[in-house]
């Protein structure tokens, strides 16, 4: 009897991994209980039969659709070669990241419309109206005048310096105000007097390292557009020597043509204020501290 159970056992195993379902629970009550129990529960043995292979058909798309989306991404990511992103595909979205704006090239100075060459910039785009006036340096000039006093002297004299190097543009609105853009730099390294050891004691003990004075106007005070003649003006503004920042103003008087811009600039500072030192040459050469500059401007509509 055991030995008919076991055997018909393992003809129940049989038939269940041959997918029998309804056959194998048919062969385990015969196995445990004869012929009786066998046709007692043979329509139940049915029924569970149904069942599970309804189940089994239900559930098996469903497992393969979840194993594919699970493997699909995967097999997308570990397809892609290192240090690239995968394509997208249908059942997996790769998150990409767009590409940044190209960088522009280091040293320059970049405007909304896009990247300027290297070592350019781009300058601010001039008000409605406005007119932009170029100076010429050859026809214009910046001069300084300080108070020299020899020791063997009784009175001190003007010790004067010169260049031609002057650069800049001098923009104005509709209204004659200075715009955006206005700036006048004067080369002060190529500064000459009339004496070659005074020159070489300026730029070394006076100027050291101040390689330029920029003025940049921020107000023509009294200045009227489209007048013709001669014009006396304030030329209000700040002027950068030594790294220094200072507001300034000059006395000007000046005449405006259709294309052309004339005038003569003059104020006064001390040394101390651009933080520079003022010459001495062991007490046997002074100079005051105060500086009187000088400019003459010519400028040409751009």
Do not use: W
């Not at 992103?85 to 100075?109: D, E, F, L, M």
């Not at 921020?218 to 220094?244: H, L, P, R, Y």
């Amino acid at each position: 009897m055991f030995t008919d159970r076991m055997t018909q056992h393992s003809l129940t195993r049989r038939q269940f991994a041959a997918g029998s379902v309804g056959a194998a629970i048919t062969a385990l009550l015969a196995a445990c209980g004869g012929s009786d129990v066998v046709a007692t529960t043979a329509p139940v043995a049915t029924a569970i039969s149904a069942t599970v292979t309804k189940a089994a058909a239900t559930t098996a798309p469903a497992a393969a659709s979840v194993a594919a989306a699970t493997i699909a991404p995967t097999a997308a990511a570990t397809a892609a070669p290192a240090g690239t992103t995968a394509p997208a595909a249908a059942s997996a979205v790769v998150a990409t990241k767009a590409p940044a704006a190209a960088s522009a090239p280091a040293g320059t100075t970049v405007s909304a419309a896009g990247s300027a060459p290297a070592g350019t910039s781009v300058t601010a785009a001039r008000p409605a109206g406005s007119i932009a006036y170029a100076i010429v340096g050859d026809q214009s000039k910046a001069q300084y005048t300080a108070k020299e006093k020899l020791a063997m002297l009784p009175l001190p004299s003007d010790a004067v310096g010169t260049t031609n190097a002057v650069t800049g543009t001098i923009v104005l609105t509709a209204d004659g105000k200075p715009a955006d853009g206005s700036k006048i730099t004067v080369d002060l390294k190529t500064l000459k007097s009339d004496q070659s050891r005074r020159d070489n004691y300026v730029q070394m003990n006076t100027l050291k390292s101040a390689a330029t004075a920029e003025f940049v106007p921020t107000t023509f005070d009294g200045f009227k557009m489209g007048q013709s003649g001669s014009q006396t003006f304030k030329m209000v503004g700040n002027m950068t020597i030594n790294a220094v920042t200072k507001p300034i103003t000059f006395d000007t008087v000046g005449t405006m043509t259709a294309d052309t811009l004339n005038g003569t600039a003059t104020t006064t500072f001390k040394f101390a204020d651009f933080n520079l030192t003022g010459p001495n040459i062991a007490n046997f050469v002074t100079v005051e501290d105060t500086v009187k500059l000088d400019m003459t401007i010519v400028a040409k509509k751009a």
